[in-house]
C-alpha cells in the first residue's frame, strides 16, 4: 500500500503554495514597514518551555503537545506556538542589552495534537509578530492596526477584530475569585472540562463550546467590570487610539485566551466563514512572560494568524503564477533558435515556457492554453531567417509582429495589455 502523510499533516501542493507566498509576502511587507524584523528559532524547544509559559493547566500544555523524549534522555517538544520560543531566544541572546524594545516577526509550521477538521491541522503554520519593551497603550494600538493592515492589504475586509482586558496580577485574582462564586452555583450545568478547570482555569469556562457551559455563564460577571485602575486606563488608552485611527473593533467581554501568559489587552480577529475555527489570528500582551522564562522585567505584546485559516478565506483568488510567452516550434530546425531565445528571455527576467518534447504544433498551442500563457508564438524556417514573428496575445488572438529580440519582446510584453 502506499505511504500516506501522518494525519492532520498536509501537503501544501503548487495549487497553494501561491497562496501563501502572498500571505507570507503581504505579512512581511506591512511588518517590515512598521519596524519589525524576521526572528528565525527552532521548531524544537525543551519541554519546559512550553509548560513555564503556556501554562501547566490549558489544554495545549495538557494535552496537545508533541512531546517526547531524545536519545538524551531529555524530554523535548514541536512548538506548538511561537511566541515561547521567540521570547526564549530573546532571553538566551541578551536582545534587550542592545535594546529594551525589540519588534520582530516569525513565520514557520506549528504542532499540536488536536481534532483535525477544517482549519484546525495538527501540524499548521503561523506568521507571529511580537514587540517588547513598551508597557504604554500605543505599542498595543501599533500591533491591532498593523494586523487591521495585513488583511486590509489581502483584500479582506472579514474577519472583524475583537478586543478584551484580562487585567494584571493584581485584579485578575479578584476577579477570579468573583467568577468562581457565580461558578459554584452552576457546578452541575458546567461539562467535565469545566469542572475540572475550576480551581486552576475558570476564566475557560467563558469561551466553553458546550452548549449547557454557555447557558450557565450567561450571567456571569464581566473581567472589565473588575480592572484596577492601572489597567481600566491602559484598556481605555488602547480604545482611544483605535478611535483615533478609525480601527473597527468590537469589545468581547468573554473572550479568554487558551494560554496562561497573557495581562491586560487580548484580542480576536474572528471569521464567520470557517465554522467553529473562528480565530483566524490572536494575540495579546504578556507583561510578566519574560521575567517568568528567567529574563529581566520586561513586557512584550503581539499575536499570530493561522496561515491555513488565511488561505481559506482568500480561496476565490488565482494566484497561479503565468508565463508570458510560450515559444512553439514548427519543426525540430528551429528548436536550437527557440531554445537561445527562451534562454536569453529567462536571463532577464521574463518567464517563457517552450515545449520539451518536440510535440506537433497543436499539441504545443495546446499546452501554452494550458499554462494560461499571456502570449504565445510560432517559429518556423521563415521566423528563424527573418528574425520576425507574429506574437499572439491568448486571450483574444490579437497578433502583432515583433524582432525575435529579448529588447523588442519586453517592449511588445509592457506596451500591449496582458
Ligand atoms: P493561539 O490563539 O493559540 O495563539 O494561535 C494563534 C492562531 O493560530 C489562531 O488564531 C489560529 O488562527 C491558529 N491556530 C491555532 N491552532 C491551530 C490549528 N490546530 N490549526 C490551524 N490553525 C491554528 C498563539 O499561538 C499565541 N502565541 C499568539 C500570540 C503571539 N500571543 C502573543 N503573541
Known amino acids: 500500500m502506499a505511504l500516506t502523510a501522518v494525519k492532520g499533516f498536509n501537503d501544501i501542493l503548487p495549487v497553494e503554495s501561491g497562496r501563501w507566498h502572498f500571505i507570507e509576502q503581504t505579512a512581511r511587507k506591512v511588518f517590515e514597514l512598521n519596524g519589525f524584523e524576521e526572528i528565525r528559532v527552532p521548531v524544537l524547544e525543551k519541554t519546559e518551555l512550553f509548560s513555564r509559559s503556556i501554562g501547566d493547566a490549558t489544554d495545549i500544555v495538557e494535552k496537545e503537545m508533541y512531546t517526547f523524549t531524545d536519545k538524551g534522555e531529555n524530554s523535548i517538544t514541536l512548538r506548538p506556538e511561537g511566541t515561547a520560543g521567540v521570547m526564549r531566544a530573546f532571553i538566551e541572546h541578551k536582545l534587550y542589552a542592545q535594546d529594551p524594545i525589540a519588534k520582530l516577526y516569525y513565520m514557520g509550521p506549528m504542532f499540536r495534537y488536536e481534532r483535525p477538521q477544517k ?45 478584551n482586558s484580562l487585567g494584571c496580577p493584581e485584579c485578575r485574582p479578584e476577579y477570579r475569585v468573583s467568577l468562581r462564586s457565580f461558578l459554584e452555583e452552576k457546578m452541575g450545568q458546567l461539562c467535565d472540562d469545566c469542572r475540572r478547570r475550576f480551581a486552576a482555569n475558570p476564566l475557560r469556562t467563558l469561551d466553553c463550546k458546550v452548549p449547557g457551559c454557555a447557558e450557565a455563564t450567561a450571567g456571569a460577571p464581566s473581567v472589565l467590570d473588575h480592572l484596577c485602575g492601572g489597567c481600566n486606563d491602559h484598556f481605555a488608552t488602547v480604545r482611544r487610539y483605535l478611535d483615533l485611527s478609525a480601527t473597527p473593533y468590537s469589545i468581547n467581554s468573554r473572550m479568554v485566551r487558551g494560554l496562561d501568559y497573557y495581562t491586560r489587552t487580548t484580542f480576536e480577529m474572528v471569521t464567520m466563514l470557517l465554522g467553529s475555527q473562528s480565530a483566524v489570528a490572536a494575540g495579546g500582551r504578556y507583561d510578566g512572560l519574560i521575567a517568568q522564562l528567567g529574563g529581566p522585567a520586561i513586557p512584550g505584546i503581539g499575536f499570530a494568524m493561522g496561515l491555513e485559516r488565511v488561505a481559506l478565506l482568500l480561496t476565490n483568488q488565482d494566484f497561479a503564477s503565468r508565463p508570458d510567452l510560450f515559444i512553439a516550434t514548427m519543426g525540430e530546425g528551429e528548436r536550437d533558435v527557440a531554445f537561445s531565445l527562451m534562454d536569453a528571455l529567462l536571463k532577464s527576467g521574463i518567464r517563457v515556457e517552450m515545449d520539451y518534447e518536440g510535440k506537433s504544433l497543436k499539441s504545443q498551442m495546446r499546452r501554452a492554453d494550458k499554462l494560461k500563457a499571456y502570449y504565445s508564438v510560432v517559429i518556423g524556417g521563415n521566423e528563424a531567417s527573418s528574425g520576425k514573428a507574429a506574437f499572439k496575445r491568448m486571450a483574444d488572438g490579437f497578433q502583432t509582429e515583433a524582432l525575435l529580440t529579448v529588447a523588442a519582446i519586453q517592449v511588445l510584453l509592457n506596451t500591449t495589455e496582458q
Do not use: C, K, S, W
Open 119 to 163: 482549519g484546525r491541522y495538527r501540524q499548521f503554520h503561523q506568521i507571529g509578530a511580537e514587540i517588547t519593551g513598551v508597557t504604554d497603550p500605543l505599542a498595543d494600538a501599533q500591533v491591532l492596526n498593523m494586523l487591521t493592515a495585513f488583511f486590509r492589504e489581502i483584500g479582506l475586509t472579514e474577519p472583524t477584530l475583537q478586543i
